[in-house]
């Protein structure tokens, strides 16, 4: 049932036009961001609904409700923030990491999704710092996807036992801050 569903979710989005605020085509200043905003003008075409004026916002333009919200690839979507979120997170279902999460937390989100088996969606990682070769064996698995892996300010005997692990496991190891 959902497949279909997300099918006519997909032709929906197709015939869904572009809802572009009131002659954003007249207006420099909207080209590259025409929000919508609601005309509200007295003798407004486009309020009106007149022939030829751009299409308004409204209710019949959405989708299916049984799949609003799902992936793309037909499994729900759950917005996590915090590594009690990605807990929480059902299997079968996909993850997408909240744009406000900074690196490190990122990192140990996706860790956790890893060790779990639960798909995130956004699931580059800029770079990882390495303080121990434990971080390094956690972070291994994600070598896809984290970009830099960075070695931390540590003492000489951690630091050789770090690089020589770095080099087994194929990892290129960058000079920290």
């Known amino acids: 049932m959902s497949e279909r569903l997300l099918r006519?979710?997909?032709?929906?989005?197709?015939k869904r036009p572009a809802f572009n605020r009131q002659e954003t085509w007249k207006l420099k200043r909207f080209k590259n961001n025409p929000t919508w905003r609601k005309p509200r003008?007295?003798?407004s075409k486009m309020r009106r609904k007149l022939k030829g004026n751009p299409a308004l916002v409204s209710i019949g333009y959405r989708g299916p409700k049984a799949v609003r919200y799902f992936h793309p690839s037909?499994?729900?979507?759950?917005?996590?923030?915090?590594?009690?979120?990605?807990e929480r997170v059902p299997e079968g279902t996909v993850a997408r990491i909240a744009s406000a999460v900074g690196t490190k937390k990122k990192a140990l989100l996706m860790a956790k999704a890893h060790e779990r088996g639960i798909r995130v969606v956004n699931p580059r990682v800029k770079f990882v710092y390495v303080d121990s070769v434990e971080a390094l064996e956690r972070y291994a698995p994600l070598k896809d996807v984290i970009t830099t892996f960075k070695l931390a300010k540590v003492g000489e005997e951690d630091e050789l036992s770090i690089r020589d692990r770095a080099d087994e496991l194929k990892i290129p190891l960058e000079e920290g801050v």
């Open 8 to 14: 006519l979710r997909k032709q929906a989005s197709r």
């Open 41 to 43: 003008g007295h003798s």
């Open 74 to 86: 037909g499994a729900p979507e759950h917005y996590v923030t915090n590594v009690a979120e990605m």
